[in-house]
């Protein structure tokens, strides 16, 4: 093979990625076994960790991510060396790992963390950016320094926040589903946020949280660190692998608020038809066709429309199963179908027998659900131990924000999969809060909770318990009946 002849290193236990998935597979795994030799294989200076983190009830979560220097973990762990390479191939059957640089890396068991990367409309064209890691949020905040006009394209939170946060720039917002934000929303709650995007922003007095940038002088050929002032100490040259993906917040670094002197910026609803790149005629660098026929000028796209699962490197000469959207095959061991790989995050699709109310969505949440329960599992099968699928897989459960709301979403919270067998209650308070509930067969299977409702615990439990509600009907939402008081 072309491993033979170069010198392998070898390791117990290698994570590739170093996104929240892997980071947190990698801690799992380097304290279960202290004197393991672990590495972490990352193409970037920073790893994402998770910080503040509160269970707030049985399934929901929430934390805060943080840049840090990849340092701090392997001052945490003895143990850990972290590699900064990309890596180049993967070789199942020799159990070892080639990085970028030309080095080998041999693995008892292996994880792949590697994410996803933004489903862009074109490819490389500098006119069209999509927002998924630090580097194109800062490229974005230059662009948008100097564009009159953008449009944004596609439905994912990104969008959303994007919208709500531009200023002084005119935002076209072009999506392929009538309702706002499809993915996370319905049009009831896409209309009671849309107030917000007309309503005078709050004075961001709220402390909000903030991904900390912690600076390093970086090294010769080092890619460069930011702080949270945003400016940088140094760059590398050639190609720069995509970084891992952002933090909830990323939006409200303080840079991207760019000052505006111009009255409040339109906010315009098309159908996205299709993309067309006229730069010559015309007067704007790109324009959009939309499917009402027009063709729409702007400075820059910014793609906001999913993400692929970034398996490139570990395909070639192995024979992974990969899912219809592109994410490797994982059982509920977090098990790939190459043995001894396992696979956690963004870049892998679960393919057990899901619980009725989870799905699967690229979040932040799950990717940190997802590689604790892979380093678990790594152990388990070390030790021969045997182990169960983790509850937060029980139920789906994502809090974040949108338009300085609370949002929380439960279990089918738009009544995915459910065909016409559900019925909805809402209720909704303007400017205040929003609260959807999906029913089928008299029990509650999803719920939409916008701003302070207080009501997700009881929600989460009524969900878990399978309760049947048939008996309350419409009271169920009633704001003078105290729901807590039935169920308790």
Not at 70 to 96: D, M
Not at 296 to 302: I, K, L, N, P, S
Not at 330 to 354: F, I, K, Q
Not at 453 to 467: G, K, P, V
Request: proline share 5%; net charge negative; glycine share 10%.
């Amino acid at each position: 093979t072309a491993m033979a002849g170069k010198q392998v290193k070898k390791f117990e236990f290698v994570v590739v990625g170093g996104g929240i998935a892997g980071v947190t597979c990698v801690e799992q795994v380097a304290s279960r076994f202290p004197s393991a030799d672990v590495a972490l294989i990352t193409a970037g200076l920073q790893i994402k960790a998770v910080t503040n983190y509160k269970q707030v009830s049985k399934t929901l979560e929430e934390f805060d991510v943080e840049e840090r220097p990849s340092g701090v973990l392997e001052e945490r762990f003895p143990n850990l060396t972290v590699i900064h390479s990309a890596v180049k191939s993967l070789h199942t059957h020799s159990h070892c790992v080639e990085t970028a640089d030309g080095r080998v890396f041999g693995y008892k068991k292996l994880c792949l963390c590697s994410g996803a990367r933004p489903k862009l409309l074109t490819q490389d064209d500098p006119r069209v950016l999509g927002i998924r890691d630090t580097d194109s949020a800062q490229e974005f905040q230059k662009r948008l320094s100097k564009a009159k006009r953008i449009v944004v394209v596609g439905n994912g939170g990104i969008g959303l926040e994007l919208v709500y946060e531009v200023e002084g720039c005119e935002v076209i917002w072009a999506v392929k589903d009538k309702a706002i934000g499809n993915a996370f929303f319905d049009a009831g709650a896409a209309q009671f946020l849309i107030p917000a995007l007309e309503a005078d922003k709050p004075q961001a007095a709220a402390p909000c949280r903030r991904l900390c940038y912690t600076t390093e002088e970086p090294g010769p050929g080092a890619a460069q660190t930011f702080t949270a002032g945003g400016t940088s100490r140094g760059r590398s040259s050639g190609s720069v692998e995509p970084g891992s993906a952002l933090g909830p917040d990323w939006h409200r670094e303080p840079d991207l608020l760019i000052s505006s002197y111009s009255p409040s910026p339109g906010l315009f609803f098309f159908d996205f038809h299709s993309f067309i790149l006229k730069s010559s005629e015309g007067s704007w660098p790109v324009y959009i066709q939309l499917t009402n026929g027009k063709a729409v000028g702007c400075d820059f796209v910014v793609s906001a429309t999913g993400v692929v699962p970034n398996t490139e490197p570990f395909l070639r000469g192995n024979s992974f199963a990969v899912a219809d959207d592109g994410g490797l095959q994982v059982d509920d061991h977090m098990r790939t179908s190459e043995p001894d790989v396992y696979a956690a995050g963004d870049v892998c699709t679960a393919c057990w027998e899901h619980s009725p109310l989870w799905q699967q969505m690229r979040l932040w949440t799950q990717a940190r659900q997802m590689g604790w329960h892979a380093g678990r599992c790594v152990a388990a099968d070390v030790l021969s131990e045997p182990i169960e699928l983790d509850f937060c897989f029980e139920l789906f459960s994502h809090v974040t924000k949108f338009f300085n709301h609370k949002v929380v979403l439960l279990g089918r919270f738009n009544a995915q999969g459910l065909g016409s067998d559900h019925e909805l209650l809402v209720r909704c308070t303007k400017g205040r809060e929003y609260v959807k509930v999906v029913l089928s067969r008299g029990r509650m299977v999803g719920a939409v909770l916008i701003g302070e409702t207080d009501l997700e615990e009881t929600f989460e439990n009524l969900m878990l318990n399978r309760m049947d509600l048939t008996a309350y009907g419409e009271e169920l939402l009633n704001p003078d009946v105290d729901i807590e008081d039935y169920f308790d």
